[in-house]
């Protein structure tokens, strides 16, 4: 395994202690809600605006994407800092550079959404003391392609 690699995987994998961290109160038992209403609610924050029910990315969620923003945001900058502007006459084709790099990103962000939502799925089944059922299972999907969402 490249440094580049061992650095890339260790940047994914910093998502699950900060997580960890950030909802230490799930550790503790408290509430009595579903496993999917803990979930949504430790992702976003439902409120009530007109008598319709409306999630909004609650403040204390959005360290996620800033934490992605901050181990990847200079991914491809990084190939300039090491190559200069020589990366480009020394490519056949500058869009196919382009596109692998931010598939890449992509790929990168969505392994981080299913750490992220897996740590905290995994969190709160263990807080509500049961294993997660195919609702939960939904749940952790509109979550998980939210949170690829987010990161782009």
């Not at 440094?3 to 799930?26: A, G, H």
């Not at 403040?59 to 020589?86: C, E, P, Q, R, W």
């Not at 596109?99 to 897996?118: D, H, P």
């Not at 003391?129 to 782009?152: I, N, Q, R, S, W």
Request: charged share 15%; glycine share 4%; net charge positive.
């Amino acid at each position: 395994m490249t440094v580049n690699k061992k650095k890339n995987l260790l940047s994914l994998l910093i998502i699950i202690p900060v997580t960890v961290v950030f909802n230490y109160t799930l550790l503790w038992p408290g509430e009595s809600s579903s496993l999917s209403q803990m979930l949504v609610s430790n992702l976003y924050d439902v409120k009530s605006i007109y008598e319709e029910k409306t999630l909004i990315l609650a403040a204390n969620s959005i360290y996620f994407i800033v934490l992605f923003h901050i181990l990847f945001g200079t991914y491809i900058y990084k190939d300039f800092i090491s190559n200069g502007a020589y990366i480009f006459t020394r490519l056949k084709s500058r869009k196919t550079w382009f596109y692998r790099k931010s598939f890449e990103i992509i790929k990168f962000s969505m392994i981080y959404s299913i750490l992220f939502v897996g740590t905290l799925l995994a969190l709160c089944s263990y807080y509500k003391k049961e294993l997660p059922g195919a609702d939960v299972l939904y749940t952790v999907f509109f979550c998980g392609f939210h949170a690829v969402f987010l990161l782009h």
